[in-house]
């Protein structure tokens, strides 16, 4: 009578999408993951682009300022796994980047007035890997956004919804775009 039961649970289990949900969740937390690893591979970039733009003497410290500081906030925020899934602090994480990523934007182009910088050998070799690192990053958020449209859909679509509530599992944010003054390229104060 258990062995039935057993069998009966099994196959109402494989019809509901439940192993479907345990698939994308865990795809859903391996592009988080990738997500992560490229923040802070740029992260980890930044203390050697500010050493090396110190360097340079009469460079503007305001901007480099806001670099130092976007970064050290970054530094303070508690990123676990459980950002992806909770809204707020989804949102709160995609600004604290995204004023590093503006930051960052801002530094590298005032550095382009400053031809002795341009010409450190260092510089360019940071240049180009955080421009190749903002890359990936766009294609690790990319990644992360099409995992997390896949689990929705197994969250939300029948039978899987019923998998879905048996774990627990719930419609997950993604990533957004800041609509404010998206018309409009950022400005910088020189």
């Given at each position: ?85 909770d809204p707020q602090k989804l949102k709160a994480f995609e600004q604290a980047q995204g004023q590093l990523g503006g930051a960052l934007s801002r530094l590298l ?13 260092n510089y360019r070799d940071l240049q180009a890997q955080i421009e190749g690192t903002e890359n990936r990053i766009t294609v690790a958020r990319k990644r992360y ?46």
């Amino acid at each position: 009578m258990s062995l039935g039961l057993l069998l009966l649970v099994g196959l109402h289990s494989a019809g509901c999408g439940y192993n479907e949900v345990i698939d994308q969740d865990e795809n859903v937390k391996a592009a988080w993951s990738e997500v992560q690893n490229q923040y802070k591979r740029r992260a980890d970039l930044i203390p050697n682009l500010v050493k090396v733009v110190k360097g340079a003497a009469d460079f503007e410290s305001g901007t480099l300022q806001k670099v130092v500081e976007a970064r050290a906030s970054i530094g303070k925020m508690q990123v676990d796994s459980s950002i992806i899934d909770d809204p707020q602090k989804l949102k709160a994480f995609e600004q604290a980047q995204g004023q590093l990523g503006g930051a960052l934007s801002r530094l590298l182009v005032v550095a382009e007035r400053y031809p002795e910088l341009k010409a450190n050998q260092n510089y360019r070799d940071l240049q180009a890997q955080i421009e190749g690192t903002e890359n990936r990053i766009t294609v690790a958020r990319k990644r992360y956004i099409d995992t997390v449209a896949e689990y929705n859909k197994v969250v939300l679509r029948f039978p899987s919804s019923i998998g879905a509530s048996m774990r627990g599992k719930k419609e997950r944010p993604s990533f957004s775009v800041d609509q404010s003054g998206i018309d409009q390229p950022p400005e910088l104060d020189l």
